[in-house]
Protein backbone atom coordinates (compact mmCIF):
# COMPACT_ATOMS: atom_id res chain seq x y z
CA UNK A 1 0.00 0.00 0.00
CA UNK A 2 2.13 3.09 1.04
CA UNK A 3 5.82 3.77 -0.41
CA UNK A 4 6.83 5.23 3.19
CA UNK A 5 10.10 5.64 3.95
CA UNK A 6 13.46 7.07 1.83
CA UNK A 7 16.87 5.64 0.47
CA UNK A 8 19.89 7.07 1.95
CA UNK A 9 22.24 8.56 -0.77
CA UNK A 10 19.39 8.20 -3.62
CA UNK A 11 18.23 11.62 -3.63
CA UNK A 12 18.01 13.29 -6.18
CA UNK A 13 18.73 16.77 -6.87
CA UNK A 14 15.90 18.37 -8.43
CA UNK A 15 16.81 19.36 -12.18
CA UNK A 16 14.43 22.55 -12.29
CA UNK A 17 13.79 24.83 -9.50
CA UNK A 18 10.44 23.34 -9.20
CA UNK A 19 11.05 19.63 -9.56
CA UNK A 20 11.91 18.01 -12.31
CA UNK A 21 12.85 14.65 -11.80
CA UNK A 22 14.39 12.05 -14.14
CA UNK A 23 11.04 11.01 -16.45
CA UNK A 24 9.07 13.71 -15.04
CA UNK A 25 7.91 17.19 -12.96
CA UNK A 26 6.92 16.52 -9.81
CA UNK A 27 4.27 18.40 -7.96
CA UNK A 28 3.67 20.48 -4.96
CA UNK A 29 0.88 19.48 -2.67
CA UNK A 30 -0.65 21.31 0.51
CA UNK A 31 -3.05 20.48 2.94
CA UNK A 32 -4.80 23.66 4.52
CA UNK A 33 -6.62 22.57 7.45
CA UNK A 34 -8.93 26.37 8.25
CA UNK A 35 -10.54 26.81 11.37
CA UNK A 36 -13.29 29.56 11.60
CA UNK A 37 -13.95 31.61 14.90
CA UNK A 38 -17.19 30.54 16.39
CA UNK A 39 -18.14 34.74 16.66
CA UNK A 40 -18.28 34.36 12.76
CA UNK A 41 -21.67 32.79 12.93
CA UNK A 42 -22.49 36.19 15.07
CA UNK A 43 -22.64 38.01 11.70
CA UNK A 44 -25.83 39.05 9.90
CA UNK A 45 -26.65 36.38 7.25
CA UNK A 46 -25.60 38.73 4.50
CA UNK A 47 -22.01 39.14 5.62
CA UNK A 48 -21.50 35.60 6.14
CA UNK A 49 -22.80 34.61 2.48
CA UNK A 50 -20.94 37.41 1.30
CA UNK A 51 -17.91 36.02 2.91
CA UNK A 52 -18.90 32.60 1.20
CA UNK A 53 -19.23 33.91 -2.29
CA UNK A 54 -15.58 35.68 -2.01
CA UNK A 55 -14.11 32.63 -0.69
CA UNK A 56 -15.35 30.15 -3.69
CA UNK A 57 -14.10 33.22 -5.94
CA UNK A 58 -11.08 33.56 -4.46
CA UNK A 59 -10.86 29.60 -5.17
CA UNK A 60 -12.16 29.19 -8.50
CA UNK A 61 -9.49 31.77 -10.00
CA UNK A 62 -6.78 29.81 -9.26
CA UNK A 63 -8.90 26.91 -11.37
CA UNK A 64 -5.99 27.23 -14.71
CA UNK A 65 -3.21 27.08 -12.06
CA UNK A 66 -4.14 24.53 -9.03
CA UNK A 67 -6.12 21.92 -8.75
CA UNK A 68 -8.18 22.52 -5.40
CA UNK A 69 -10.12 19.85 -3.63
CA UNK A 70 -12.51 20.89 -1.15
CA UNK A 71 -13.33 19.20 1.91
CA UNK A 72 -15.31 19.59 5.22
CA UNK A 73 -13.87 18.67 9.06
CA UNK A 74 -17.10 19.94 10.45
CA UNK A 75 -18.12 16.96 13.60
CA UNK A 76 -15.10 14.64 12.90
CA UNK A 77 -12.50 16.96 14.67
CA UNK A 78 -12.60 20.05 17.02
CA UNK A 79 -10.40 22.02 15.84
CA UNK A 80 -10.44 22.20 12.43
CA UNK A 81 -13.50 22.77 9.79
CA UNK A 82 -12.39 23.02 5.82
CA UNK A 83 -9.64 21.34 4.32
CA UNK A 84 -8.12 22.73 1.04
CA UNK A 85 -6.10 19.71 -0.67
CA UNK A 86 -4.02 21.82 -3.19
CA UNK A 87 -2.33 20.20 -6.07
CA UNK A 88 0.25 22.30 -8.32
CA UNK A 89 3.21 22.79 -10.40
CA UNK A 90 4.39 25.88 -8.41
CA UNK A 91 4.88 26.95 -4.54
CA UNK A 92 4.12 30.15 -5.50
CA UNK A 93 0.70 29.41 -6.39
CA UNK A 94 0.55 27.77 -3.31
CA UNK A 95 1.17 31.03 -1.79
CA UNK A 96 -0.73 32.94 -4.02
CA UNK A 97 -4.00 31.39 -3.44
CA UNK A 98 -3.37 31.50 0.63
CA UNK A 99 -2.78 35.79 -0.04
CA UNK A 100 -6.19 35.64 -1.49
CA UNK A 101 -7.71 33.62 0.90
CA UNK A 102 -6.77 36.31 3.82
CA UNK A 103 -8.10 39.43 1.57
CA UNK A 104 -11.69 37.75 1.94
CA UNK A 105 -14.41 39.20 4.17
CA UNK A 106 -14.19 35.48 5.89
CA UNK A 107 -10.23 36.22 6.60
CA UNK A 108 -11.06 37.95 9.83
CA UNK A 109 -12.41 34.57 11.16
CA UNK A 110 -10.30 32.01 9.62
CA UNK A 111 -7.19 30.64 11.44
CA UNK A 112 -4.75 27.46 9.67
CA UNK A 113 -4.14 25.36 12.83
CA UNK A 114 -2.53 22.48 10.37
CA UNK A 115 -0.73 22.93 7.10
CA UNK A 116 1.15 20.14 5.69
CA UNK A 117 3.64 20.97 2.91
CA UNK A 118 4.53 18.16 0.67
CA UNK A 119 5.77 17.44 -3.03
CA UNK A 120 5.36 14.42 -5.21
CA UNK A 121 8.29 12.01 -5.62
CA UNK A 122 9.19 8.75 -7.49
CA UNK A 123 8.60 5.96 -4.65
CA UNK A 124 11.99 3.64 -4.84
CA UNK A 125 9.70 0.66 -3.80
CA UNK A 126 7.52 -0.31 -6.25
CA UNK A 127 8.14 -1.07 -9.97
CA UNK A 128 9.21 1.49 -11.98
CA UNK A 129 6.11 1.80 -14.25
CA UNK A 130 4.30 2.48 -10.67
CA UNK A 131 7.40 4.50 -9.08
CA UNK A 132 6.68 7.06 -12.53
CA UNK A 133 2.83 7.25 -12.03
CA UNK A 134 2.99 8.46 -8.49
CA UNK A 135 4.57 11.73 -10.08
CA UNK A 136 1.44 12.84 -10.20
CA UNK A 137 -1.60 13.02 -8.51
CA UNK A 138 -4.88 11.57 -9.48
CA UNK A 139 -7.64 12.25 -6.82
CA UNK A 140 -10.31 10.14 -6.92
CA UNK A 141 -14.20 11.23 -6.92
CA UNK A 142 -14.42 9.37 -3.39
CA UNK A 143 -16.88 10.59 -0.60
CA UNK A 144 -14.47 10.39 2.00
CA UNK A 145 -10.57 11.35 2.49
CA UNK A 146 -8.29 10.85 5.67
CA UNK A 147 -4.84 12.93 5.77
CA UNK A 148 -2.21 12.11 8.20
CA UNK A 149 1.45 13.56 8.64
CA UNK A 150 4.28 10.52 8.83
CA UNK A 151 7.58 10.63 10.36
CA UNK A 152 9.86 7.24 10.75
CA UNK A 153 12.19 6.42 13.49
CA UNK A 154 15.55 7.40 12.53
CA UNK A 155 16.42 3.78 13.01
CA UNK A 156 15.00 3.22 9.84
CA UNK A 157 17.29 4.67 7.63
CA UNK A 158 19.87 2.88 9.18
CA UNK A 159 18.48 -0.55 7.94
CA UNK A 160 19.78 -1.99 4.51
CA UNK A 161 17.58 -1.11 1.50
CA UNK A 162 17.12 -4.87 1.17
CA UNK A 163 15.93 -4.89 4.71
CA UNK A 164 13.14 -2.04 4.22
CA UNK A 165 12.01 -3.44 0.56
CA UNK A 166 11.03 -6.99 1.99
CA UNK A 167 9.18 -4.94 4.68
CA UNK A 168 7.77 -2.27 2.44
CA UNK A 169 6.75 -5.06 0.24
CA UNK A 170 4.62 -7.13 3.33
CA UNK A 171 3.13 -3.20 3.69
CA UNK A 172 2.63 -3.05 -0.13
CA UNK A 173 0.46 -6.28 0.08
CA UNK A 174 -1.70 -5.78 3.10
CA UNK A 175 -2.39 -2.34 1.02
CA UNK A 176 -3.36 -4.63 -1.89
CA UNK A 177 -5.83 -6.37 0.01
CA UNK A 178 -8.17 -3.56 0.18
CA UNK A 179 -8.63 -1.84 -3.12
CA UNK A 180 -11.18 0.48 -2.67
CA UNK A 181 -8.64 2.68 -0.53
CA UNK A 182 -6.63 5.03 -3.00
CA UNK A 183 -3.51 6.21 -1.18
CA UNK A 184 -1.35 9.34 -2.22
CA UNK A 185 1.94 9.20 -0.86
CA UNK A 186 3.56 12.89 -1.21
CA UNK A 187 7.19 13.63 0.54
CA UNK A 188 7.81 16.23 2.87
CA UNK A 189 11.52 16.21 3.55
CA UNK A 190 13.46 19.67 4.53
CA UNK A 191 9.73 21.17 3.27
CA UNK A 192 8.09 20.93 6.16
CA UNK A 193 8.22 19.12 9.96
CA UNK A 194 6.83 15.90 8.73
CA UNK A 195 8.84 13.79 6.69
CA UNK A 196 5.61 12.41 4.50
CA UNK A 197 1.79 13.16 4.63
CA UNK A 198 0.24 10.32 3.36
CA UNK A 199 -3.82 10.68 2.06
CA UNK A 200 -6.12 7.90 1.19
CA UNK A 201 -9.54 8.70 -0.86
CA UNK A 202 -12.08 6.07 -0.29
CA UNK A 203 -16.52 5.30 -0.24
CA UNK A 204 -16.01 2.82 2.83
CA UNK A 205 -14.04 4.15 6.01
CA UNK A 206 -14.89 0.67 6.88
CA UNK A 207 -12.29 -0.63 4.73
CA UNK A 208 -10.01 2.68 5.39
CA UNK A 209 -10.09 1.39 9.29
CA UNK A 210 -9.43 -2.26 8.54
CA UNK A 211 -6.37 -1.40 6.79
CA UNK A 212 -4.75 0.49 8.88
CA UNK A 213 -5.49 -1.73 11.85
CA UNK A 214 -4.22 -4.86 9.83
CA UNK A 215 -0.75 -2.17 8.93
CA UNK A 216 0.14 -2.14 12.67
CA UNK A 217 0.67 -5.79 12.84
CA UNK A 218 3.64 -4.93 9.69
CA UNK A 219 6.94 -5.02 11.00
CA UNK A 220 7.45 -1.89 9.45
CA UNK A 221 4.88 -0.50 11.83
CA UNK A 222 7.90 -0.77 14.40
CA UNK A 223 9.34 2.29 12.90
CA UNK A 224 6.65 4.58 13.11
CA UNK A 225 7.70 7.51 15.03
CA UNK A 226 4.72 9.87 14.46
CA UNK A 227 1.56 9.70 12.26
CA UNK A 228 -0.98 11.55 14.07
CA UNK A 229 -3.07 14.13 13.62
CA UNK A 230 -5.80 11.84 11.64
CA UNK A 231 -8.02 13.81 10.04
CA UNK A 232 -11.38 12.10 9.08
CA UNK A 233 -12.32 14.71 6.19
CA UNK A 234 -15.89 14.46 3.78
CA UNK A 235 -15.73 15.31 0.21
CA UNK A 236 -18.27 17.72 -0.89
CA UNK A 237 -17.98 21.05 -3.33
CA UNK A 238 -16.66 24.44 -1.74
CA UNK A 239 -19.57 26.15 -1.17
CA UNK A 240 -21.14 22.85 0.47
CA UNK A 241 -18.22 22.75 2.21
CA UNK A 242 -18.78 25.93 3.83
CA UNK A 243 -22.31 25.68 4.05
CA UNK A 244 -21.73 22.88 6.99
CA UNK A 245 -20.22 25.30 9.30
CA UNK A 246 -23.83 26.36 9.89
CA UNK A 247 -24.82 29.15 11.84
CA UNK A 248 -28.41 30.12 14.15
CA UNK A 249 -30.54 30.89 11.36
CA UNK A 250 -29.63 28.80 8.67
CA UNK A 251 -32.07 26.87 7.30
CA UNK A 252 -31.86 22.94 7.37
CA UNK A 253 -30.20 21.78 4.24
CA UNK A 254 -31.96 20.03 1.69
CA UNK A 255 -28.84 17.08 1.83
CA UNK A 256 -30.02 16.96 5.73
CA UNK A 257 -33.54 16.71 4.91
CA UNK A 258 -33.19 13.99 2.33
CA UNK A 259 -30.65 12.38 4.21
CA UNK A 260 -33.21 11.59 6.82
CA UNK A 261 -35.51 10.26 5.25
CA UNK A 262 -34.12 8.56 2.34
CA UNK A 263 -34.74 4.96 1.20
CA UNK A 264 -32.63 3.86 -1.37
CA UNK A 265 -35.19 1.11 -2.63
CA UNK A 266 -37.33 3.92 -3.50
CA UNK A 267 -38.02 6.50 -5.96
CA UNK A 268 -37.87 10.26 -4.68
CA UNK A 269 -39.50 13.37 -5.90
CA UNK A 270 -36.78 15.81 -6.42
CA UNK A 271 -38.03 18.73 -8.42
CA UNK A 272 -40.89 19.90 -10.23
CA UNK A 273 -40.69 19.58 -14.05
CA UNK A 274 -41.31 23.00 -14.46
CA UNK A 275 -37.60 23.89 -12.74
CA UNK A 276 -35.31 22.27 -15.03
CA UNK A 277 -35.54 24.25 -18.61
CA UNK A 278 -34.57 22.56 -22.04
CA UNK A 279 -30.62 22.79 -22.36
CA UNK A 280 -30.26 23.42 -18.36
CA UNK A 281 -29.27 21.81 -15.74
CA UNK A 282 -30.41 22.45 -11.72
CA UNK A 283 -28.67 20.59 -8.78
CA UNK A 284 -30.61 18.72 -6.46
CA UNK A 285 -29.92 16.30 -3.47
CA UNK A 286 -30.97 12.89 -3.68
CA UNK A 287 -29.62 10.13 -0.85
CA UNK A 288 -27.78 12.92 0.65
CA UNK A 289 -25.69 13.40 -2.82
CA UNK A 290 -25.71 16.15 -5.25
CA UNK A 291 -27.26 15.45 -8.60
CA UNK A 292 -27.01 17.49 -11.64
CA UNK A 293 -30.58 17.67 -13.30
CA UNK A 294 -30.01 17.75 -17.05
CA UNK A 295 -32.98 18.39 -19.80
CA UNK A 296 -32.00 17.89 -23.51
CA UNK A 297 -34.99 17.66 -25.51
CA UNK A 298 -37.38 15.07 -24.66
CA UNK A 299 -34.98 13.52 -22.61
CA UNK A 300 -34.01 13.82 -18.97
CA UNK A 301 -30.66 12.87 -17.64
CA UNK A 302 -29.36 12.95 -13.98
CA UNK A 303 -25.60 12.65 -12.75
CA UNK A 304 -23.47 13.41 -10.20
CA UNK A 305 -23.18 16.85 -9.81
CA UNK A 306 -19.27 16.66 -8.56
CA UNK A 307 -17.06 16.62 -11.24
CA UNK A 308 -15.17 13.81 -11.13
CA UNK A 309 -11.66 15.62 -11.93
CA UNK A 310 -11.76 18.48 -9.08
CA UNK A 311 -15.45 18.77 -7.68
CA UNK A 312 -16.76 21.39 -9.63
CA UNK A 313 -20.45 21.70 -9.21
CA UNK A 314 -21.76 20.19 -12.71
CA UNK A 315 -25.27 22.16 -12.86
CA UNK A 316 -22.94 24.59 -13.56
CA UNK A 317 -21.84 24.15 -16.59
CA UNK A 318 -23.19 24.14 -20.40
CA UNK A 319 -25.81 21.87 -22.33
CA UNK A 320 -25.24 20.62 -25.97
CA UNK A 321 -25.38 17.60 -27.65
CA UNK A 322 -26.20 15.05 -25.21
CA UNK A 323 -23.30 16.32 -23.00
CA UNK A 324 -22.57 18.42 -19.86
CA UNK A 325 -19.18 20.66 -19.95
CA UNK A 326 -17.55 21.52 -16.35
CA UNK A 327 -17.63 25.02 -15.56
CA UNK A 328 -13.84 25.03 -14.43
CA UNK A 329 -11.92 23.29 -16.86
CA UNK A 330 -14.08 22.11 -19.54
CA UNK A 331 -14.22 18.26 -19.09
CA UNK A 332 -17.01 16.86 -20.83
CA UNK A 333 -19.59 13.86 -19.99
CA UNK A 334 -21.67 12.27 -21.80
CA UNK A 335 -24.66 12.37 -20.14
CA UNK A 336 -26.45 8.98 -20.89
CA UNK A 337 -23.51 6.82 -19.81
CA UNK A 338 -21.42 9.39 -17.73
CA UNK A 339 -18.43 8.89 -19.43
CA UNK A 340 -15.55 12.18 -19.99
CA UNK A 341 -15.36 12.42 -23.54
CA UNK A 342 -12.98 15.34 -23.05
CA UNK A 343 -10.67 15.90 -20.06
CA UNK A 344 -9.20 16.71 -17.65
CA UNK A 345 -11.50 14.65 -16.35
CA UNK A 346 -10.63 10.92 -16.81
CA UNK A 347 -12.90 8.83 -14.55
CA UNK A 348 -17.15 8.84 -15.12
CA UNK A 349 -19.61 10.23 -13.37
CA UNK A 350 -22.48 8.00 -11.25
CA UNK A 351 -25.65 8.02 -13.41
CA UNK A 352 -29.06 7.85 -12.27
CA UNK A 353 -32.69 6.68 -13.23
CA UNK A 354 -34.74 9.38 -13.82
CA UNK A 355 -38.85 9.96 -14.70
CA UNK A 356 -41.59 12.05 -15.26
CA UNK A 357 -44.56 11.45 -13.24
CA UNK A 358 -47.71 13.75 -11.79
CA UNK A 359 -45.76 17.14 -12.41
CA UNK A 360 -42.63 15.89 -11.06
CA UNK A 361 -39.29 14.55 -11.83
CA UNK A 362 -38.37 11.31 -9.48
CA UNK A 363 -34.75 9.82 -9.02
CA UNK A 364 -33.88 6.14 -8.22
CA UNK A 365 -29.99 4.69 -7.93
CA UNK A 366 -29.59 2.89 -11.19
CA UNK A 367 -26.89 0.26 -9.60
CA UNK A 368 -29.40 -1.48 -7.09
CA UNK A 369 -27.41 -1.04 -3.55
CA UNK A 370 -25.82 -4.20 -2.64
CA UNK A 371 -28.16 -6.44 -0.56
CA UNK A 372 -31.27 -4.23 -1.45
CA UNK A 373 -34.02 -5.01 -3.89
CA UNK A 374 -33.68 -2.86 -7.38
CA UNK A 375 -35.35 0.32 -7.10
CA UNK A 376 -37.36 -0.15 -10.59
S1 LIG B 1 -13.35 20.43 -12.04
FE1 LIG B 1 -11.79 20.41 -13.54
S2 LIG B 1 -12.82 19.80 -15.33
FE2 LIG B 1 -14.33 19.79 -13.83
Not at 37 to 54: H, I, S, T, Y
Amino acid sequence: MSDRGARRGDSKSPAGGHGDEAGGRRQVVKFSFYRVDPAWRQLPVADREAGKDALVAAVDAFSGRLQVRSYSVVGMRGDADVLLWQIGERLEDIQALATEVMRTPLAPHLSMPYSYLAMTRKSQYVSPDEAEARLHLHPADSKYFFVYPFVKTREWYQLSLEERQEMMSGHITVGRKYPSVKLNTTYSFGLDDQEFVVSFETDEPADFLDLVMELREAKSSLYTLRDTPIFTCVSLGLRETLDTLGAPGDPVSASQAVGLQFDSDAWQRVAEESDVADGAAKMVYFAGEQVALVRFGERLYAVANRCSHANASLADGTVADGALTCPSHGSTFDLATGEPSCGPANRPLMTYAVRSEDGGIWLAQRTPVPGRKSAS
